[in-house]
């Protein structure tokens, strides 16, 4: 799959650079997550790192494709803020290191097939320390039967995210949306804190 990142990032406009997520805005503007260090987890466009960081964040974002790296680079620029850009891999980290005070991940989870989900999940959690918010979304719904075969690791099944998080985060589902009659079929914002035991 990276080469098809690498390419999309690098020769086109991605029909996901629609510019930074509703739910990261309503949540920035409510006084819900205020100004703190943060990471977004597969940067992408850059759209959401760029929206922090003029929002007073202290902002890096991790992608594996060089193409999104170079690209959000671009685009910070364009925009006048300072992001710190990494290139990395979000089941094998090897140059990002935490704790950061909040993390945002919007569709790379849901883009890895269940076991690179598992190492995903061992690496990102020595990025947080207590307290740390996680702002999740992802594609979820049951897949149907003729959906399981070729797109089982485009969308998480509804409990995952908390089968997967729970054990670590108090975890509030912010918005979901599930309707059968469209295609991907469903979707999941969390809002997740982690909690002070782990």
């Given at each position: 799959m990276k080469w098809f990142y690498e390419l999309v990032y690098g020769r086109f406009r991605a029909p996901w650079d629609i510019g930074p997520r509703k739910e990261l805005?309503?949540?920035v503007e409510a006084g819900r997550i205020k100004p703190c260090k943060a990471i977004d987890l597969g940067s992408g466009t850059a759209s959401n790192v760029v929206f922090l960081a003029q929002?007073?964040?202290?902002?890096?974002g991790v992608d594996f494709a060089a193409a999104a790296v170079e690209l959000g680079r671009k685009r910070a620029a364009e925009a006048g803020?300072?992001?710190n850009f990494i290139q990395d891999d979000l089941t094998n980290l090897r140059h990002v290191s935490g704790p950061f005070d909040l993390l945002v991940d919007y569709g790379t989870l849901d883009d890895l097939t269940p076991p690179n989900r598992d190492?995903?999940?061992?690496n990102?959690?020595?990025l947080t320390r207590p307290g740390s918010r996680f702002v999740l979304y992802c594609f979820e719904w049951e897949p149907r039967w003729w959906e399981r075969p070729f797109f089982h690791n485009m969308a998480c099944e509804p409990g995952e995210i908390e089968r997967r998080f729970g054990p670590h985060f108090d975890i509030e589902?912010?918005?979901r949306n599930t309707d059968y009659s469209q295609w991907p079929a469903g979707q999941a914002v969390y809002l997740m804190?982690?909690?002070r035991k782990n």
């Open positions: 805005v309503e949540l929002r007073g964040f202290d902002v890096t803020v300072t992001v190492l995903y999940l061992q990102v959690l020595p589902c912010y918005m804190t982690k909690l």
